[in-house]
């Protein structure tokens, strides 16, 4: 998601009103930095709020007992792969007729980033090993992400219940769901959950965040450098 915001000079009039024309982007420029760590914190609370990172981190969420998600810190530990993505620029000073134009372009996330997040070592897993099956990666994320309402996994279903844990000898990873062979296919559930590249809970909470961005911008224009 990119937001672009363009300020006229009465705005850096009343804003910056000691500072020379010259010196507003040099100002801008300065306090870029604090505006991304500001943007960063609030999507971290906006993807907080988001009831698909409640699941998978509630010990108790179903999205965690369907993905078989043992660890819900891997989950957390994401946040920093998805804090990577975002990033302040600001554009050269024009001006256009009687009014002086400045550009803030802030990017929440990009295909780039998509990718790097999609690759992280804690957006997937290897499925449990024995003498009999090698294991399967597990990309829960990119299904929960990218994949809809379409199957993810075929031949198999996931029977919710309680388990003993696999290292127990049981079979589950969570003691709340559990993986077993037949017909069919199964889906991201519950439906509610279903992500794709342009509505997920990701973009979601980048969207939830427009206003929030306004107002950090506003509140840059004025700080002190």
């Given amino acids: 998601m990119r937001l672009e915001l363009r300020f006229r000079d009465d705005q850096f009039r009343k804003a910056l009103s000691a500072a020379a024309k010259s010196a507003i982007r040099t100002h801008l420029v300065d306090q870029a ?43 957390k530990k994401l946040m920093d792969t998805l804090l990577d993505g975002v990033s302040v620029k600001v554009h050269k000073a024009v001006n256009e007729g009687n009014a002086y134009m400045l550009a803030l372009t802030i990017t929440v996330f990009d295909r780039t980033w998509l990718k790097n997040v999609l690759d992280s070592p804690y957006s997937k897993y290897i499925s449990d090993q024995d003498e009999y099956w090698s294991g399967a990666e597990i990309p829960w994320l990119k299904w929960l992400l990218l994949s809809g309402g379409a199957p993810v996994v075929f031949g198999y279903k996931v029977l919710r219940g309680s388990f003993p844990h696999y290292s127990d000898d049981g079979s589950s990873r969570t003691t709340r769901a559990i993986m077993v062979e ?29 206003q929030e961005i306004i107002r950090i911008a506003e509140q840059a224009i004025a700080r002190k450098s």
């Fill in 33 to 75: 930095p604090w505006i991304e760590q500001q943007v960063k914190d609030r999507f971290l609370i906006a993807v907080h709020k988001q009831p698909e990172y409640r699941s998978l981190t509630r010990q108790d969420g179903k999205l965690r007992a369907y993905f078989g998600i043992e660890d819900t810190e891997d989950v």
């Fill in 182 to 210: 037949a017909d069919g296919s199964f889906s991201v559930k519950p439906e509610e959950y279903q992500g794709t590249q342009n509505d997920n809970f990701l973009t979601r909470a980048a969207s939830s965040m427009d």
